[in-house]
């Protein structure tokens, strides 16, 4: 068999692989890539601004998507000071007795709020969309045990919502939680506060190397830990 | 072309491509949708590329090489869920997908663009900003890999 011959034999393999998959399709619409581009131009121009001006443009956006909660932010809507309670349209961020914290998660938005929340709760945390890398950021070396000893998922009842619990007396002394969320390209133009994934979210594993805490129809969540410093989770 | 026009044209192509190298459906559906948001994010200069779907399933696997170095150290939460295509299981050696994914990534990479895309070497070194011979160099290697993945007729794997 010269090499011709063989390019042929393993184009036609591969060529026969990807037939077998013509049962497999690409269904975003169109206009779903397209409004997920514009979304994702505003929010580079958002995360470009200073940062100071980003806090308080996520802080603007954090009230906006404020649910009645019956516990209205603080004036500057930074929950430095929130009650052990905090709900925002997007997520719930319940301090437990025990000290763990509870966040149930209904939309993949206002990332920035959801950090600042968790930081108020003296955790150190670091709360991205997915499409931001962080290079403050760096990965804490870890374990299977000891990640799980550190988050739980669960699927609420009834509203399918994602409930993620952090165990913060597991955290090893210099790692921090990090959070990271994105919307999937069929969620609508709704800017930063994309569709919410109660209808459609439900746990599972990506693969191996791209493990995850929920995965949505419309969205990912990813949790990880990373070493704690100013820069990236804020102590 | 429109990105409009020009999506509808090659996303399930790329998706398959992208499929074969990832195995699992989700994560390729992620990563090609990942690519085209990015392709429609920079139509103008990707609009003008001579082979604007290979900047597409390039842009998605080099996606996957970036997500795996950001998420390696993450361990799972919830159920197992895996994705992999039950028509590949069947349609070909498990080998073969398998000696794909461990090639070098620039062996990979004309792998796809030659036999995958069904570029010819002149286009594909253009693309890939390489010499033609140095495409043929790798195409011959990445070639003789994975004919060795592939069962003969007798039922028996060719060895190297």
Redesign the interface.
């Known amino acids: 068999m010269n ?1 011709n011959d ?2 042929a ?3 036609d ?9 013509a ?4 269904n ?1 619409p ?2 779903a ?2 409004r ?2 514009r979304a ?2 505003r929010w580079h121009r958002l995360t470009g601004l200073t940062g100071a001006t980003a806090v308080v443009a996520g802080t603007a956006l954090a009230v906006t998507a404020l649910a009645p909660s019956g516990h209205p932010a603080s004036q500057s809507g930074h929950p430095a000071s929130h009650p052990r309670t905090a709900q925002l349209a997007a997520w719930t961020v319940a301090k437990q007795a025990n000290g763990d914290i509870k966040v149930t998660i209904r939309q993949l938005s206002d990332p920035s709020g959801l950090q600042s929340t968790l930081r108020a709760d003296g955790l150190p945390a670091s709360v991205t969309s997915l ?1 931001q ?1 962080d290079p403050s950021c760096r ?6 045990a000891l ?2 000893s550190i ?3 669960q699927k609420a009842a009834g509203s399918g919502n994602t409930i993620l619990i952090i165990h913060p007396s597991a955290l090893p002394s210099g790692a921090g939680v990090q959070i990271g969320a994105a919307v ?2 069929q969620v609508g133009d709704r800017g930063l506060h994309p569709v919410a994934v109660n209808q459609t979210i ?14 949505a129809h419309y969205g ?1 969540i ?4 990373v070493y704690a410093s100013q820069q990236c989770t804020g102590s | 072309m429109e990105f409009a026009e020009f999506y509808e044209s090659t996303r399930d192509d790329c998706l398959r491509i992208v499929l074969l190298h990832v195995g699992d459906r989700h994560l390729a559906h992620d990563l090609v949708a990942e690519a085209y948001t990015r392709a429609w994010m920079s139509w103008r200069k990707v609009r003008e590329l001579e082979v604007p779907r290979a900047w597409v399933v390039r842009t998605a696997l080099n996606t996957h090489v970036s997500w795996w170095r950001r998420r390696r150290h993450e361990v799972a939460l919830g159920h197992h869920d895996t994705a992999m295509p039950a028509e590949l299981a069947t349609a070909v050696s498990g080998d073969l997908l398998a000696a794909l994914r461990r090639l070098p990534a620039r062996q990979r990479e004309v792998v796809t663009l030659r036999l995958l895309l069904d570029l010819d070497t002149e286009t594909t070194a253009r693309v890939l900003g390489i010499a033609p011979g140095t495409v043929g160099a790798h195409l011959h290697r990445a070639v003789a890999t994975l004919r060795a993945a592939i069962p003969s007729h007798d039922g028996q794997e060719i060895s190297k």
């Open positions: 090499a063989t390019v034999v393993v184009r393999s591969l060529t026969t692989a990807k037939d077998s998959l049962g497999v399709h690409m975003t169109p206009d890539i397209a997920n581009g994702r131009r499409a890398h990965p804490y070396p870890q374990t299977q990640f799980k988050y739980q998922a999937d390209q439900h746990h599972s594993v990506l693969q191996p190397v791209h493990q995850v805490a929920a995965r990912v990813r949790v990880g830990l």
